[in-house]
């Protein structure tokens, strides 16, 4: 079946520019979380959401960064003012009820920002 | 807060070597364990998983071996291959804490043929 999908694969942006984010999860997958990689480094937690419940929102590292979801489908993930340090693979996770605590990833977003 | 440790690389290896990648763990409750991979130009998977003590997650000839007493699940493999290079990243998560995962810095593992 279809994985998770993210869109655009690829984004370069001028610094102060404002930028989207998409991720499809897979069908039915309650949980949808998103984590930044920066070069050389592991994966930071971003944000999640579960089903209607309010959003945890603790790994946002400022108020330039801000996530929906539409219901238990599409999230988009926007970076205001961009700067240079919001260069990262930006990666989208889903996960079923049923095994909460198994997370399927996307390709990611590699955003560069100039 | 939660937090991973794993050993640093890049690691680079012989075909049909041992491998052994240390991972260590600190958590304020009682985690699920993981290792991750991911493979050159590609998206990151699940390689292996472990939900309770002394559980040993495999996959791929890869082992680990949840252990509660030293907070370690160390990724080992007996015979690698050129195909095993790769990023291994060792992660855990907690249903209470919604099971975002925290993950190590990722450890580089380069194979020689």
């Given amino acids: ?114 | 807060g939660d937090s991973v440790t794993q050993m640093e690389g890049p690691v680079t290896l012989s075909e049909e070597a041992f491998l052994t990648i240390n991972c260590t763990y600190t958590a304020t409750g009682y985690p699920s364990l993981f290792w991750y991979v991911q493979y050159p130009g590609e998206g990151l998977q699940l390689l292996l998983k472990a939900t309770k003590a002394d559980d040993k997650g495999s996959n791929k000839g890869f082992e680990a071996t949840y252990r509660k007493e030293t907070t370690s699940f160390h990724l080992e493999k007996g015979s690698v291959q050129v195909s095993d290079s790769a990023v291994y990243f060792c992660a855990l998560s907690e249903i209470v804490r919604g099971n975002k995962l925290v993950f190590g810095a990722g450890t580089i593992l380069r194979v020689k043929s």
Avoid at chain 1, 26 to 46: C, K, M, N
Avoid at chain 1, 62 to 83: H, K, M, N, P, Y
């Fill in chain 1, 1 to 114: 079946g279809a994985g998770v999908s993210q869109s655009p694969s690829n984004k370069v942006t001028e610094k102060g520019k404002d930028v989207e984010l998409r991720c499809d999860p897979i069908s039915g997958h309650t949980a949808l979380y998103w984590y930044r990689q920066r070069l050389g480094q592991g994966l930071e937690f971003l944000i999640y959401f579960q089903g209607n419940s309010a959003p945890d929102k603790s790994g946002l590292p400022s108020d330039r960064f801000s996530a929906e979801r539409t219901g238990e489908s599409v999230s988009t993930l926007t970076i205001q003012r961009t700067q240079q340090e919001d260069s990262a693979v930006y990666l989208c996770a889903s996960s079923p009820e049923q095994v909460q605590n198994e997370q399927f990833f996307g390709p990611g977003t590699r955003l560069t920002v100039l």
